[in-house]
Nanobody, 126 residues
Framework: QGEVVESGGGLVQAGGSLRLSCAAS????????AGWFRQAPGKEREFVAA????????YYSDSVKGRFTISRDDAKNTVYLQMSNLKPEDTAVYYC???????????????????WGQGTQVTVSS
């Protein structure tokens, strides 16, 4: 069936940057829309960013807009989340999600995604 695997999490000081990667194994990412979600301790999972299958459209939550950038490299079968100017409130487990899509659609609801990674921890110290 294949899977989606995140990497790139870690510990960073406030104001720093990290880049998360989401690699697809056993499937071709180029016909999938993708998104990033996060879940902080004691909180529900929340939407962070989404990208269409072509990469032509992206969408961000208000809390990360202007600081995070979602992108994709289909030649590498990978979706990225570049995070800059990180804040302690960005601390969470970050999840990559994907779903088949060939339209110019991005998806914000976690229920709209079919495939999920295991998550990668991002910790931002103050």
């Amino acid at each position: 069936q294949g899977e989606v695997v995140e990497s790139g999490g870690g510990l960073v000081q406030a104001g720093g940057s990290l880049r998360l990667s989401c690699a697809a194994s056993g499937r071709t990412f180029s016909v999938y829309a993708a998104g990033w979600f996060r879940q902080a301790p004691g909180k529900e999972r929340e939407f962070v960013a989404a990208i269409t299958w072509s990469g032509s459209r992206t969408y961000y939550s208000d809390s990360v807009k202007g600081r995070f950038t979602i992108s994709r490299d289909d030649a590498k079968n990978t979706v990225y989340l570049q995070m800059s100017n990180l804040k302690p409130e960005d601390t969470a487990v970050y999840y990559c999600a994907a779903r088949p899509s060939t339209g110019a659609y991005y998806y914000q609801g976690d229920y709209e995604y079919r495939y999920w990674g295991q998550g990668t921890q991002v910790t931002v110290s103050s």
